[in-house]
């Protein structure tokens, strides 16, 4: 999710790709990052297919290696709770702690992946379904989700600032009434941390395949470990973890013998070959136009998502065929002025001096610049003070990242410390920008993609059901992108088995009370179907 490098690193990453094609015929991140992609294609992957603990017990911690560095985290804390909620009530088994990933040939401990879970009280014990969560970034940890969201317990999001007090509050639309919830920070975030040694362990859990893997493994100890190979799964991605759940769900199934029912992709990426804003391909502002008109639009009324239709038949339609004419046909430009203008805001000659093509950076400080303001590009709806408003251009801090960062990190120490009582350390990683740095997005001339393993998902499990969620003022991952990219997967048997959805808001749409319930309902409504099989 909620990934602050989006916007400034993944345009220096897809910047580098395109030099690497020119210069050294590398892949997607340019020439180091691919040259380390050949490094980690010799390493194995940590408890690769059915590898265990050297003992043979899930998650038995082996004898401590003399090459793994830093400390060691504490045994897992179980606890008890009870959330009173104005309409029901929520009794349920808290789990903070970790899961060990070793290597499988010789056993050596790799990383501590730490998780907190959420178990009801029910009846049906371990037949309820399990839902495995995460974030994205790469380098988020899955606090987003956790308490910013799905969690039993809540931080309201909406408009904070970074000196606001952290306080959570009890999580009316929380999942936990229909599904167990496992939250997963991957390797070197949250407190998850690498214990092994050398670069080789890094480049490989630093990488699109190795990430996945290592979830996968993770996800499949925590199923033996609790004993809950007979409930049915499902997994939660939000943005770059939205990318990461078709690709867990295939290694889950392919090498860990553990079948995935339901996929739900919040704000996500399906296509990094598209995610790029080039001047020179089209699509970079179709996609994003009707993102910036549902920001326009709000500012004359509450969200409808019926009053997008017509932007996103002129964006994929008439401003398409102009886009296409190119920057040297003045008339085409001229069709396009009035139109642009109109659904993002701008003033018409400033929007004809570029020739209605408007950038994310553009359309986030002139938007409000008449006030002084800033827009975030997370969600262009909520502002801050632009600190250099008489420049010609200039640098500014997000106004919804960067301010939701200090608080949501605060509020989830204090829950790890306080009611689960688990006390690291070690510095909380909300979002380990090094991380991103170093990402390993694999070789080859196009960016990474998973929109094949989502189609041979579907068409490989008549009962797998997926959901894909966008805000629909977000610019980091517009949802017209995603619409567009899930409109080419053909139906398999119900084209009910693939959806999407469109809420108010941005990139965290759930932030807002309103979508926050809407997607809640429309989560009920997919596991209620995908359960239907049972």
């Known amino acids: 999710m909620s990934d602050k490098t989006y916007v400034s690193r993944y345009r220096r990453v897809i910047s580098a790709a395109a030099l690497a094609v020119l210069i050294a015929g590398a892949g997607f991140g ?15 992957n940590p408890e690769a297919a059915h590898g265990n603990a050297p003992s043979g017990e899930p998650g038995a911690r082996p004898s401590r290696p ?3 560095a830093g400390p060691r985290l504490p045994p897992d804390s179980v606890t008890e709770h009870t959330v009173e909620l104005a309409d029901r009530t929520l009794r349920f088994k808290a789990t903070a702690g970790s899961i060990p990933l070793n290597d499988a040939e010789s056993g050596s401990l790799q990383a501590e992946i730490a998780f907190v879970s959420y178990v009801a009280n029910d009846a049906s014990g371990a037949g309820r379904p399990v839902t495995f969560l995460f974030n994205g970034g790469p380098g988020a940890a899955s606090a987003y989700l956790d308490i910013g969201a799905i969690g039993p317990w809540r931080m309201p999001l909406d408009n904070i600032s970074a000196s606001a007090t952290p306080a959570l509050v009890p999580n009316a639309e929380t999942w936990l009434d229909f599904t167990d919830l496992v939250f997963i920070d991957p390797a070197a975030t949250g407190y998850s941390h690498i214990v092994a040694g050398g670069d080789a362990v890094c480049r490989n859990f630093f990488s699109v395949d190795g990430d996945a893997n290592a979830l996968a493994v993770m996800i499949r100890k925590w199923i033996e470990k609790n004993g809950r190979q007979g409930s049915v799964k499902f997994l939660v991605g939000e943005s770059y973890g939205g990318f990461r759940v078709p690709k867990v ?11 995935v ?14 995610f790029g804003l080039r001047r020179h391909m089209p699509m970079s502002w179709v996609t994003r136009l009707p993102s910036m008109a549902a920001t326009v639009f709000e500012t004359k009324g509450p969200f409808n998502r019926d009053a997008l239709r017509e932007v996103e038949a002129y ?8 886009l296409m004419r190119g920057e040297r046909d003045t008339a085409a ?14 003033d018409a000659a400033a929007v004809k001096k570029l020739g209605a093509r408007i950038d994310t950076n553009t359309f986030q400080r002139e938007l409000n610049r008449s006030r002084g303001m800033v827009a975030s590009a997370y969600d262009p709806t909520i502002t801050a003070y632009d600190p250099s408003p008489n420049s010609a251009s200039g640098r500014f801090s997000d106004p919804v990242l960067d301010a939701i960062g200090p608080p949501l990190t605060s509020a989830m120490t204090a829950l790890y410390q306080g009611p689960l009582k688990w006390r690291i ?14 990402w390993n997005w694999g070789r080859g001339r196009t960016g990474p993609e998973v929109v094949d393993d989502l189609r041979d998902a579907l068409a490989g499990d008549r009962d797998l059901q997926a ?13 017209f992108g995603s619409q567009l990219v899930l409109d080419q997967i053909p139906v398999f048997g119900s084209a009910d088995r693939l959806k999407l959805a469109v809420y108010g808001g941005g990139h965290m749409f759930y932030s807002r009370d309103a979508s926050r319930r809407a997607f809640r309902q429309d989560a009920l409504a997919l596991y209620k179907t995908a359960l239907q099989k049972e």
Do not use: C, K
């Not at 769900?249 to 079948?259: F, I, K, N, P, R």
């Not at 964006?315 to 102009?322: K, P, T």
């Not at 430009?333 to 701008?346: E, F, N, S, W």
């Open 425 to 438: 350390h070690q510095p909380y990683r909300l979002l380990n920008g090094e991380i991103n740095g170093q």
């Open 66 to 68: 003399q090459n793994e």
């Open 261 to 274: 029912r339901g996929l739900v992709m919040i704000s996500p990426v399906l296509d990094f070959a598209n």
């Open 467 to 479: 959901l894909v969620a966008h805000g629909a003022s977000d610019l980091v991952t517009p949802y």
């Open 333 to 346: 430009i001229d069709r396009m002025v009035p139109h642009v203008a109109a659904y993002t805001g701008l």
């Open 30 to 44: 340019g020439p180091a990052l691919a040259q380390q992609g050949r490094l980690a294609q010799q390493q194995p």
């Open 249 to 259: 769900a295939h290694a889950l199934t392919e090498s860990q013998g553990v079948g």
């Open 315 to 322: 964006a994929s339609g008439d401003y398409l065929r102009d």
